[in-house]
């Protein structure tokens, strides 16, 4: 009898290994659930596969953006409004992944793991969004038929008023929606070659790193040698200081910083201001902006200096970037959802608010004089009347044939209008062009 | 009336769990109380007075470890005799070494009665009875307050259920729930005469039966009733196989007709029975139909605890009971309810494990079994397609995977708390009612009972294995092994099943899924337990009554 008791242990080996499969299930509920959860096919939040159990979505002004009536998914009655602001909303079958309808999913829903999809009044939470849709309308005729993003941001409080991608589409047309990349939100989910906008990091390190940035001077002959190869740069800039190098956009200048400064400190300051991070806005996972020199000889050295080499920059992070300049160093971070409601009109979330330092407040005022001299040298302030706009233009190279992509970045200064904003337009050729025109005419409709 | 449902499950969402933490401490704190401090049934006492204890009823007298009672002196044998309880009466047997009692040489199984005088290898031992030395000066608790619990959950679910179709109620539905605590009542009441009762294997069954109900109720009300038949059949069929099991001489003499006639009832349906989701398992009489396998089990877990439970008296019958095992696996493989084979397989490994087996020979039938598995799925391919989606439910969502990520889809949305019963979206997908029902009581019951219900067949292994830790005899140990083995491994292949953790295969959770074959025979599974938890007294009750 003894043996058969000790042989008894594989009844409760059995036991033991049930009872840890069921724990394992539950480990794997509590990672997965919220994505089984969300699957199309449940027909406690989606009907035949379409988004309906989620309360209305507006903008900060009380326009509806896009509501449950019926059964069904309604968005606003305006053409132009679905179509600047559907990348923000979403569509109803989670093509737009970072769009409300799936990243904020369980809030519109009102799920949560302690009640699942249940909720007394049987009905979704209702979100406030942050962006105006007058404004993310002219965004969208601005950018006209070219691809590209406006992100605008207040730099005081964090909100954005505008987040606008195209080519988009409008979710109220049965045709399949075209143009590439077209579910893509190119704000959050989009990385660009920097080109000149890179400067600024290169800039902010020297100010950074060395005493006398303000007063040093490099030589330009339309470029400069580097490790026996050839920089070249677009203009003769002769001795040039950091002042004016940022007002003439010097490469030479820029890229004998770089190496003044080393791949270490430029390193440590892009990563500063955001590159190699996995930044999110509003919980949202955002592209990551890449600055990586740490293998590269001096010459690519050099080049990732004024924003070539392998550089990439996310949209969103320079939006940050620009909002810690403006706001002398501490960034606000950028949120979209202003308040969640439920269906009784409880506020159940306020917005998330969060900052970052990023530079001093000293170096953040003279990084934004030199911006400021520069949109006054180069882009023509009365464009921007009023605003006192400081930016910086860049031109993404793409290869051999292609037209480049055009970058405007930047901030007003005038305490009436605290935005920061970054354009890039795709291949439409030089910064001082297509997205200084766009970003002017977006920037006009905020006065 | 049925204004008041959103209301009233808005609150009482929550208390169901609360009761359910409740009812789940009462019983660990009754399982720790009634840890059983085994005394000893008899004793052989030396010239000296050193008293050699006996607490079972079958053990081998040898010299070494491997024997229950060591007598380590030269002479004795290392299996010299066995001592077994059997008929109401306690014999001695030789093995292989010479005994004699009261002087008389003893070559075959012999009479013992206390005070005999037993000769072993020149030494005289005493026979001799044994009084309780750790008797209990306070009762432990029997779980009545896990029952005033459990009665107060039932109440709850049954409102619940109710008032959310208060307007068309089959009035069944509450007399059902009437139903069942009256006669859970009823029996803890009556238990309350007999000696050493406790509710351990009773509450976490009963919370099981009170989730079943409650779905069937929720789920398909037209079944109900059948419902309630078939567990009526199955309370009688508990209560007359506890009784049965008590007389060990007529079980023996019934094992080969039941063994035939279990085996005509498989090969009878496998070839002649009617086809229900992909298996022909089932067997139609009139407008009745009944799973063959479910009844079966329960005599396949009862042929391996005789089979196998003599330890030496005869050549025990081995290859009897696997040629037999093997025909019955080859019946539910004809049927192609694989998840049935599984299961017939893992109890009768249980039992061969328990019988002493040697592990090579454990270890190739199990290798056996995983080329014959091979072989089959090399010759079958159509076999292993169907479960081609195990572990990627999720690439095959709308085909293979279906039903697994519908399952685990409703039961991420029913959060902790749950819809409520009837509410969910599962249940109309085709065998959410027992293959899925896992799912349906996440999405409608919450995780956290669904939870509870996987945690009380944990309870009722645990305490399984505690009664075979307890048990006094080889066909207590045995049968109760199969039948914990049994009622673990089912629940894991339909849970784990249901969510892609292991192939789904179509087996019921006890008591939980819909259906009246499976819970009759999960009824009369628990006779096992309840039949070795009575046992333990019964040699003692047979001095008692002298
Ligand atoms: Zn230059």
Redesign the pocket.
């Given at each position: 009898m003894n043996r058969v008791i000790k042989r008894s242990f594989i009844v409760i080996l059995v036991v033991v290994l049930f009872a840890a499969g069921v724990f394992g299930y539950y480990f794997s509920l509590t990672l997965n659930g919220e994505g089984w959860m969300s699957y199309p096919a449940n027909k406690h939040i989606y009907t035949n596969g379409v988004l309906t159990k989620a309360g209305a979505i507006t903008d900060r002004n009380g326009v509806v953006l896009a509501k449950t009536e019926n059964g069904t998914r309604v968005y606003n009655s305006k053409k132009s409004i679905r179509k600047a602001t559907i990348h923000a909303v979403g569509d109803t079958k989670g093509f737009i992944s970072t769009g409300m309808h799936s990243a904020y999913l369980n809030e519109l829903c009102g799920y949560d793991a302690v009640n699942g999809v249940y909720n007394l009044s049987g009905k979704g939470n209702n979100l406030e969004l942050t962006i105006d849709s007058s404004v993310s309308v002219a965004a969208l005729n601005a950018l006209g038929s070219y691809s590209g993003t406006v992100g605008i941001y207040n730099y005081k409080t964090g909100e954005i008023v505008c987040m606008v991608s195209t080519p988009t589409f409008d979710p109220n047309s049965n045709d399949t929606p075209s143009g590439k990349g077209v579910y893509v939100n190119r704000l959050l989910s989009g990385v660009y070659a920097p080109g000149s906008i890179f400067k600024l990091v290169t800039a902010l390190s020297a100010l950074e790193n060395i005493n006398t940035a303000t007063t040093m001077h490099f030589k330009?002959?339309?470029?400069?040698t580097i490790a026996g190869e050839w920089l070249s740069?677009?203009?003769?800039?002769n001795n040039?200081s950091l002042d004016s190098?940022l007002k003439?956009?010097?490469?030479?200048?820029f890229a004998q910083t770089a190496l003044e400064l080393g791949r270490g400190d430029l390193t440590a300051t892009a990563e500063k201001v955001g590159f190699n991070k996995s930044l999110k806005m509003d919980g949202i996972p955002c592209a990551t902006s890449k600055y990586e020199v740490s293998d590269s000889n001096d010459i690519d050295f050099g080049w990732s200096g004024i924003g070539q080499h392998n550089d990439l920059v996310n949209p969103y992070q320079y939006l940050c970037f620009m909002g810690g300049i403006a706001n002398g160093g501490e960034s606000i971070s950028p949120y979209l959802v202003k308040k969640i409601t439920d269906a009784n009109g409880r506020t159940i979330k306020k917005a998330n608010r969060d900052s970052t330092k990023m530079m001093s407040e000293k170096n953040a005022t003279l990084l934004a004089s030199m911006m400021r001299n520069n949109v006054k040298l180069n882009y023509g302030d009365s464009r921007f009347k009023g605003l006192e706009v400081c930016g910086k233009t860049g031109t993404a190279e793409v290869g051999d044939k292609s037209t480049p992509h055009s970058w405007f970045v930047g901030f007003c200064k005038n305490e009436k209008t605290p935005y920061a904003f970054t354009v890039i337009v795709e291949n439409a050729g030089a910064g001082n062009g297509a997205a200084t025109r766009i970003a002017a005419a977006v920037l006009k409709t905020l006065k | 009336m049925s204004g008041i449902y959103p209301y009233f499950f808005a609150v009482s969402r929550w208390v169901t769990p609360l009761l359910t933490v409740a009812i789940a401490l009462l019983w660990v704190s009754c399982f720790i109380k009634n840890k059983k401090v085994s005394s000893p049934l008899a004793a052989l006492v030396t010239r000296d007075g050193i008293s050699l204890d006996i607490y079972a009823m079958e053990i081998i007298i040898g010299r070494y470890k491997s024997a229950d009672l060591i007598i380590p002196i030269n002479g004795v044998e290392k299996r010299h005799a066995l001592l077994c309880f059997e008929k109401g009466h306690w014999h001695i047997a030789p093995i292989m070494g010479k005994i004699a009692v009261n002087l008389q040489n003893v070559s075959r199984m012999a009479p013992l009665e206390y005070g005999d005088k037993i000769s072993i290898a020149g030494q005289i031992l005493t026979f001799k009875y044994k009084e309780d030395e750790n008797i209990l000066s306070k009762r432990p608790p029997s779980g009545g307050l896990a029952l005033i619990f459990l009665t107060l959950f039932q109440i709850i679910v049954a409102l619940q259920i109710c008032l959310n179709v208060w307007n068309n109620l089959d009035p069944l539905i509450p007399a059902a729930f009437l139903l069942l605590i009256v006669g859970q009542w009823a029996y803890f009441l009556v238990g309350q005469n007999i000696k050493n009762f406790k509710m351990l294997l009773e509450i976490p069954a009963l919370y099981l039966i009170t989730l079943g109900l409650s779905l069937v109720s929720a789920l398909s009300p037209d079944q109900l009733l059948k419902q309630i038949i078939c567990f009526g059949i199955g309370l009688v069929g508990f209560i007359l196989l506890t009784f049965i099991l008590k007389y060990r001489g007529f079980v023996i003499k019934a094992q080969r007709v039941v063994m035939v006639l279990s085996l005509a009832l498989l090969y009878y349906t496998a070839f002649f029975g009617t086809k229900i989701n992909s298996a022909r398992n089932w067997l139609s009489i009139g407008s009745f139909s009944f799973q063959p396998s479910e009844i079966v089990k329960v005599a396949f877990v009862a042929m391996g605890g005789i089979s196998l439970y003599i330890l030496t008296k005869k050549p025990a019958r081995r290859i009897e009971f696997l040629v037999y095992c093997l025909l019955s696996m080859g019946a539910l493989a004809i049927m192609l309810d694989f998840g049935a084979v599984a299961i017939f397989f893992v109890i009768m490994l249980t039992a061969l494990t328990l019988r002493l087996e040697s592990p090579i020979i454990i270890s190739g039938i199990f290798g056996a079994a995983v080329v014959g598995a091979g072989g089959i799925i090399l010759l079958y391919p159509y076999i292993a397609r169907r479960f081609g989606a195990w572990l990627h439910a999720w690439d095959y969502a709308d085909s293979l995977g279906y039903q697994q990520t519908r399952t685990m889809m409703s039961f991420a949305s029913g959060g902790m708390l749950g819809v409520g019963p009837g509410n969910g979206n599962l249940k109309n997908i085709a065998a959410a009612e027992t293959d899925l029902i896992f799912g349906v009581l996440g999405e409608e019951f919450g995780a956290i009972i669904a939870l509870a219900a996987a945690l009380s067949v944990v309870a009722i292994g645990i305490y399984g294995f505690r009664l075979i830790k307890n048990s006094t005899c080889l066909f207590d140990a045995v049968t109760v092994g199969g039948a914990t083995v049994q009622i673990i491994f089912q629940t894991a292949l339909n849970i784990f099943g249901s969510v892609d953790i292991l192939p789904l295969t179509g087996v019921t959770f006890i008591f939980v899924s819909i259906g009246g074959s499976s819970l009759i025979s999960a009824l009369m599974m628990l006779s096992f337990f309840k039949s070795a938890e009575l046992h333990k007294q019964s040699s003692k009750q047979w001095r008692d009554s002298e």
């Open positions: 330009c002959n339309h470029g400069v740069c677009l203009g003769r800039h040039i190098a003439h956009s010097c490469n030479a200048f | -």
